[in-house]
């Protein structure tokens, strides 16, 4: 099964853009893979799902349009646009491994707004 | 809107069972359209998924914890229910529970709890 690989840690001034990267392990290019939003305090929140392209279906309910999201090769990103305070917190990605057979996500990022 | 309600209790022992329960508001646990999982996050770590059950009662679990795990739902009650037995201070965590949607590209954890923390600590 896939690792995901996520940085511990990002920040941005309130706003300005900023992308949070997820890396799959070699031989996983074709996954996609899910982010979600943690405010703290919260339980996660689906954002959106990418592939080895752009978005895979609809985001999530709420979420507005300054988040996006890319994929390519190994890599999935999710950028925020016009950074608000409330988009501060953890983002997970997660992945879907054998078609529901398991479920596996990476270590969190930890978004701060300056 | 669907929401997912985690409920039990904040400490147990190790060696005990952990039990706790998922109350659905919203939508039906009875519907075909979804399962319904458990994940944790235990401290400073990721998430981690324990499993799934469906309405019917069919189950599919993380294997590193499928030997202490058991799942199951009480559609009368729009609720579903997570044991796991003989636990130790690695089970410390926030437990999670979540809807899972099924579509033509997967799986996805569409709407979450707020989640609640379970210590082992005796």
């Known amino acids: 099964q896939p690792v995901l690989t996520q940085p511990p840690s990002a920040s941005a001034s309130l706003g300005a853009s900023v992308t949070l990267t997820c890396t799959l392990t070699?031989?996983?290019?074709?996954?996609?893979v899910d982010w979600y939003q943690q405010r703290p305090g919260k339980g996660p929140r689906f954002v959106m799902r990418?592939?080895?392209?752009?978005?895979?279906?609809s985001r999530g309910e709420g979420i507005p349009d300054r988040f996006s999201a890319l994929g390519s090769g190994l890599n999935r990103s999710l950028t925020i646009k016009n950074i608000q305070e409330d988009d501060e917190g953890d983002y997970h990605c997660?992945?879907?491994?054998?078609?529901?057979?398991?479920?596996?996500f990476g270590g969190g990022t930890k978004l701060t707004v300056l | 809107q669907v929401q997912l309600q985690e409920s039990g209790p904040g400490v147990v022992k190790p060696s005990e069972t952990l039990s706790l329960t998922c109350t659905v508001s919203?939508?039906?646990?009875?519907?075909?359209?979804?399962?319904w999982s458990w994940i944790r996050q235990s401290p400073g770590k990721g998430l981690e998924w324990i499993g799934f059950i469906f309405y019917i009662g069919s189950t599919n679990y993380n294997p590193l914890l499928k030997s202490r795990v058991t799942i199951s739902v009480d559609t009368s009650k729009n609720q579903f229910s997570l044991r796991l037995s003989s636990v130790t201070a690695a089970d410390t965590a926030i437990y999670y529970c979540?809807?899972?949607?099924?579509?033509?590209?997967?799986?996805?954890?569409?709407?979450w709890g707020q989640g609640t923390l379970v210590t082992v600590s005796s």
């Open positions: 997660g992945a879907d491994h054998a078609n529901g057979n398991n479920f596996v």
């Open positions: 070699s031989g996983y290019s074709n996954y996609k």
């Open positions: 979540a809807r899972l949607k099924g579509s033509n590209w997967g799986y996805t954890h569409d709407f």
């Open positions: 919203g939508g039906s646990v009875s519907s075909s359209s979804y399962y």
């Open positions: 990418v592939g080895s392209g752009e978005i895979v279906g």
